[in-house]
Each structure stands twice: as structure tokens, then as C-alpha cells.
């Protein structure tokens, strides 16, 4: 079955530093689709990225870009430049693939802390 | 612009109680989902549809149900509540063609 774990419960960093955030992801399909969301204080789930398992490049989105290593089976979540605001929750989530299969899956999150 | 809404926003209601949680998208989206939030477990899936008349169980759905009428709404529906239902509700929408999930709000459900 298809899993998501993210083994950091808690992560600091201080402002305008970079940060990673670990995520890895079991599964037999070779199709599928990794996500990444930001949660912050007020409760919103924001989507940040996402990274398709044939993609070639590693996705980015502005600070955000995510660090695919496949044979690994990880998708790390680095934000450049943090920012006060960056503080929140981080969840990774995978989109089981297969015909008329669309659910995503979630990792148990990162609460990420950035001091000044 | 189009939207998903939950409500209500906060519910507190006592164990055995029937209570309706409604979810409300206005994409057209044929794809909707329930989540709930506990700590230290992320979002876990209860129940999704992929359009009117479909609905999937989920990995925690005992004790939960859901029906799909139309294409815009997706209630979930506590049939006895307990106080192990105590959480953070989410729903969720996804356009089959596109990648990822607008999330509404959330509804904070307390059962004592």
C-alpha cells in the first residue's frame, strides 16, 4: 500500500536561511504524483508544489522547489530565503495513480519554526 | 471565483448525536474528499466521490457516511458520535484533469 513518511516532527530555522524538509514515499506504481502543503496557525491548507513521477526537471515554485530523488523514492521540500511567515505545518502527499484511482495521501507533517 | 465551504465552522454536539457536516464547491469538480486531522497522524481519508451517485470509503470510515446528490455538494455524516470523532474536518475538491486539491476551511467538530 502506499505510504508517506515525513520523520521530522519539528524543524527550526532562522530567518533568510534555507531549509530542507524530508519526505519519502512507498509505493509499486509507476505512476504518481507528490504534493506539497502548507498549513499555517490559522488552519487553510495551501497548496505549495507538486512533482509528477515522469517529470524530468525538479518542480519549483518561487523559495520553493522540491528536491526529487526517485531511486530513493524521496521528495524533499527545500524553501530558500525563509521568512517569518514560513512558519507553519508541512504536510508531503502522494496521489495514488490508476485508472478511475484519484485520492491523495498525507504524511503525519513538519512544523517548521523560523526565528529571526 | 469559485470556491469550496464548509460548515459549520465549529460544532460541538453530545455522543450518539447524528450530525451533518456539509461541503460546498462551486469548480464543478468531480472529484471531492473528506479528511480528518488528529495529531500526529496529518490528514487520514474518510470518505470521496468521483462524481453524483459515487462514493469510496476511505481508511477511517467506520462510523461515517456520505452521499453524492450533485456535483457541487458532498455532506459527511456522523451516524452516532463519539467522542473519538473529535477532530479537525476537511473537505477536499480535485478536477480530474488537473493536479492538486482545493481544500475548504475546515470544520472543527467536538463530541463530548
Not at chain 1, 55 to 84: C, H, P, W
Not at chain 2, 14 to 19: F, M, Y
Not at chain 2, 39 to 66: A, C, P
Request: glycine content about 8%; aromatic content about 12%.
Amino acid at each position: 500500500a502506499q505510504k508517506i513518511t515525513q520523520t521530522q516532527p519539528g524543524m527550526f530555522v532562522q530567518e533568510k536561511e534555507a531549509v530542507t524538509l524530508d519526505c519519502t514515499y512507498d509505493t509499486s506504481d509507476p505512476s504518481y504524483g507528490l504534493f506539497w502543503y502548507k498549513q499555517p496557525s490559522s488552519g487553510e491548507m495551501i497548496f505549495l508544489i507538486y512533482q509528477g513521477s515522469y517529470d524530468q526537471q525538479n518542480a519549483t515554485e518561487g523559495r520553493y522547489s522540491l528536491n526529487f530523488q526517485k531511486a530513493r523514492k524521496s521528495a524533499n521540500l527545500v524553501i530558500s530565503a525563509s521568512q517569518l511567515g514560513d512558519s507553519a505545518m508541512y504536510f508531503c502527499a502522494m496521489r495514488e495513480a490508476g485508472y478511475n484511482t484519484d485520492k491523495l495521501i498525507f504524511g503525519t507533517g513538519t512544523r517548521l519554526q523560523v526565528f529571526p | 471565483d469559485a470556491e469550496i465551504t464548509q460548515s459549520p465552522r465549529h460544532k460541538i454536539t453530545e455522543t450518539g448525536r447524528q450530525v451533518t457536516l456539509a461541503c460546498h464547491q462551486t469548480w464543478n469538480h468531480n472529484n471531492m474528499f473528506w479528511y480528518r486531522q488528529d495529531l500526529g497522524h496529518g490528514l487520514r481519508l474518510i470518505h470521496y466521490s468521483y462524481g453524483v451517485q459515487d462514493t469510496n470509503k476511505g481508511e477511517v470510515s467506520d462510523g461515517y457516511s456520505v452521499s453524492r446528490s450533485n456535483t457541487e455538494d458532498l455532506p459527511l455524516t456522523l451516524e452516532s458520535a463519539a467522542s473519538s470523532q473529535t477532530s479537525v474536518y476537511f473537505c477536499a475538491s480535485r478536477d480530474s484533469l488537473n493536479t492538486e486539491a482545493f481544500f475548504g476551511q475546515g470544520t472543527r467538530l467536538t463530541v463530548v
